[in-house]
């Protein structure tokens, strides 16, 4: 085989690559809506527990608009059958809306709702929604052109936030239930119409569906992006004191019927002025970084949220099933401070840095108030302090 055979050959191969991946690309921010998958994750984690509210609205405006279209049959055409099914759809939509609004209020506590039952309510609404629409648009007149099915199946997802390939699935079942009903239950001269409607409203429902959804996420992402920037401390790289006070709130009401304990800790370093005025304030700044980064490892290794609240002291949160383990935790992170082994001439705890933890230990049901909890950590930070620092103090 000649060279430029092959030479032509690898050309064509990798061309033929090159346009694979231009439709895996295509297809991948399809998929994301432009986001990325990471950030498509994030955004849609908050997103989707998002439309439990959006689903308390949207049954809410279709139960009083069945209600209305119960009304209508009963008193012009004397006709039980339809308002039997125009009130079924209402009672559907009513019990939905009572449901979401408890878990509204769940959502409210901070606690999180099981993604399966979220599903199970969108497809729940979806085909009362549809069924309601094809019955209308089909059933109900089947000698007439069916403009109401189109305006519903565009708008029935709107207010929803799910990902494309759900929101194509739902929309393409949508149609072809729809257009099997119009060509066995409507004469030719009308279903004609009914199709090219249909097709019509999926074109749009598709584009401007994602669009919308695309739209909400990216603000959300900006919006994301915004608050990380203005929760994060600049120097050290961790949580600051606003997040931590927003973050302290969500600890106490996530878990508020569970008979665990909350854990506040409040951590000092030790003799850290001397350690400014001896080495100077550039090693003063570089040791608040290397334990920050220390601090954010405890966070990612072990779930225990961690925070910058002062100058040299920070804060933590966490929650446990066993009392006694607050101090074991207290205990581990001395040691982790202790065993960076940065120099501290100055110290009269130790020649190194070493850290005074004061844990305050509460249970979820006893209290929400974060000054009292706060007062509660600060004073057992004190204990420590007056015991010769370097040590943790558990208060109850």
Request: with cysteine; net charge positive; charged share 20%.
């Amino acid at each position: 085989m000649s060279p430029m055979r092959n030479t032509n050959r690898a050309a064509q191969g990798a061309d033929g690559q090159n346009r694979n991946n231009g439709c895996f690309s295509i297809f991948t921010r399809w998929r994301y809506y432009r986001l990325g998958h990471d950030e498509y994750r994030i955004c849609m984690r908050t997103a989707f527990q998002g439309n439990i509210n959006s689903l308390r609205w949207v049954n809410l405006l279709f139960f009083v608009l069945a209600l209305i279209f119960s009304v209508s049959p009963i008193i012009m055409e004397k006709n039980l059958v339809k308002t039997g099914f125009y009130f079924e759809a209402a009672a559907i939509a009513l019990i939905l809306f009572i449901f979401t609004s408890h878990l509204r209020n769940k959502v409210k506590q901070g606690i999180q709702i099981n993604v399966g039952l979220i599903y199970a309510l969108i497809f729940i609404y979806y085909i009362n929604v549809i069924f309601f629409g094809m019955y209308l648009a089909v059933w109900a007149e089947p000698d007439k052109i069916a403009g109401s099915f189109v305006g519903i199946l565009i708008c029935v997802l709107y207010l929803l936030n799910i990902s494309p390939v759900l929101y194509l699935g739902l929309t393409f079942t949508t149609v072809t239930l729809y257009i099997a009903a119009i060509i066995n239950f409507k004469i030719p001269s009308v279903w004609n119409y009914d199709i090219q409607n249909s097709l019509f409203a999926t074109a749009m429902s598709l584009i401007f569906g994602w669009q919308i959804i695309m739209n909400r996420l990216t603000m959300m992402s900006s919006t994301n992006k915004l608050k990380d920037e203005n929760t994060i401390d600049e120097l050290t790289k961790m949580k600051n004191r606003r997040d931590f006070t927003r973050t302290f709130q969500r600890f106490i009401t996530s878990h508020r019927q569970s008979d665990n304990f909350l854990c506040i800790a409040l951590v000092d370093i030790d003799y850290f002025k001397n350690f400014n005025d001896h080495y100077g304030h550039p090693q003063g700044d570089e040791c608040l970084r290397v334990i920050g980064r220390t601090l954010n490892d405890l966070q990612k290794n072990e779930g225990i949220y961690t925070a910058r609240v002062g100058g040299e002291e920070f804060a933590l949160l966490w929650h446990i099933e066993n009392e006694a383990d607050a101090e074991k935790i207290g205990l581990h992170v001395n040691q982790v401070i202790r065993d960076l082994k940065i120099p501290h001439e100055k110290s009269m705890a130790a020649p190194c840095i070493t850290v005074s933890i004061g844990i305050h230990l509460a249970k979820c049901s006893s209290s929400n108030d974060i000054d009292v909890l706060y007062k509660l950590a600060d004073n057992a930070l004190y204990s420590a302090k007056s015991n010769g620092r370097n040590c943790t103090v558990v208060s109850k």
